[in-house]
Nanobody, 125 residues
């Protein structure tokens, strides 16, 4: 059974940083792709960053240069380092995983099968 547990969310002022963590169980990073998504109430879930088995990454244009996705195999943990945060980054952030993929990891939420419960990020101006 795949389990994804996010942590690291919180409240921060604009310009600040946060690091989100996603502890993974029942799934190995070599199985497919993993990603971070975010959702604001009433809006669709959007892809933020994704990581594939061959270490390829994808980023949403809105976060390029500010967010970095990376993993620690020894800790079975996926991370999202978020710098220069903006009020528009405020959302619930979710970790997700899927098995198999060839090419750049996808940012479409429909491509992912396994989801965590989310962690809230609030950025104030």
């Amino acid at each position: 059974q795949v389990q994804l547990v996010e942590s690291g969310g919180g409240s921060v002022q604009a310009g600040g940083s946060l690091r989100l963590s996603c502890v993974v169980a029942g799934y190995t990073f070599s199985s497919g792709c993993m990603g971070w998504f975010r959702q604001v109430l009433g809006k669709e879930r959007e892809g933020v960053a994704a990581f594939s088995t061959n270490a390829r990454t994808s980023y949403a244009d809105s976060v390029k240069g500010r967010f970095t996705i990376f993993k620690d195999n020894a800790k079975n943990t996926l991370y999202l380092q978020m710098n220069s945060l903006k009020p528009e980054d405020t959302a619930m952030y979710f970790c997700a995983a899927r098995r198999g993929w060839i090419g750049s990891p996808p940012l479409g939420a429909y491509e992912y099968n396994y989801w965590g419960q989310g962690t809230q990020v609030t950025v104030s101006s």
